[in-house]
């Protein structure tokens, strides 16, 4: 540890420096020193909730830095409690999902631990056509049109097109469910072991709850934020929850977990 401006990584909010980021990280974890400054407009926070929600009205929560998205240590707290999320919300019994490596963006450490009202952790499983993930300690983002993992991590989510062709319409998609997301998870056109699921902040809030599809969908009733699906013992079509925002600002790409699939 330094004087800041003399060595590569600078802590966001003191004057002290450092020889590496991990050190960097690790100080600003310690001593709760990440910026609450939105990176869009560059304004100031009191708390990280307060500019989650900002992020959201104003549409500034995609800048994701896929550069701050580190592979964290299995001694981690957060790596084991994302393990732990993800090995209790795989329901799907046709197969066995098992952990690789995680990478997580350190700047929404307080967010992960600490979830403001409203927002919940889920998973969003993508198409990968190149091999981020594979080894590391940070992640190497490919430009092929075709990886849409690289694109969510570089660029954010983007809203698609409304073509009748999604189930509640043209929203973003996510789930509690880590086996659900894997059914959306492929490799295209290389051969690997590896699939990645992303893991994501995504702002529920009040939700309107859907019993049947609507293709066409474009938003969520007046009052709400969100949609869900509703699930088979909940009287609609679905064997397991999924949640759709209209609004590529209310779901934040915090990480990405590696992992193997294994048939039973």
Not at 136 to 161: H, Q, T, V
Request: negative net charge; charged residues 25%; glycine residues 8%.
């Amino acid at each position: 540890m330094s004087a800041k401006g003399h060595w590569p990584w600078d802590c966001e909010t003191c004057d002290n420096g450092f020889h590496t980021k991990d050190d960097a990280d690790d100080h600003m974890d310690e001593e709760d020193h990440w910026s609450t400054e939105c990176n869009t407009c560059d304004r100031q926070f009191d708390f990280q909730h307060s500019m989650a929600q900002h992020m959201i009205d104003n549409d500034h929560g995609q800048d994701t830095m896929a550069s701050d998205m580190v592979r964290l240590w299995r001694s981690s707290k957060i790596y084991q409690d994302i393990e732990t999320i993800f090995d209790n919300k795989w329901y799907h019994d046709d197969k066995e999902g098992s952990i690789q490596s995680i990478y997580f963006n350190r700047r929404y450490s307080y967010l992960f631990d600490q979830v403001p009202k409203g927002w919940r952790r889920y998973f969003h499983g993508t198409q990968r056509a190149c091999h981020v993930g594979r080894s590391g300690d940070y992640l190497n983002l490919c430009s092929k049109k075709a990886c849409s993992l690289c694109g969510i991590l570089r660029n954010g989510f983007k809203l698609p097109e409304r073509d009748g062709s999604n189930m509640f319409g043209g929203g973003i998609y996510s789930t509690s469910v880590s086996s659900k997301a894997n059914n959306y998870a492929w490799n295209h056109r290389i051969r690997s072991k590896l699939h990645g699921i992303i893991l994501c902040l995504v702002y529920i809030g009040k939700f309107e709850r859907l019993q049947q599809a609507d293709n066409w969908k474009e938003a969520p009733a007046e009052g709400c934020s969100s949609v869900m699906g509703a699930t088979l013992d909940q009287g609609g079509v679905l064997q397991y929850n999924e949640a759709v925002v209209y609004n590529r600002s209310a779901i934040l790409p915090i990480g990405l977990i590696m992992y193997t699939r294994t048939p039973l």
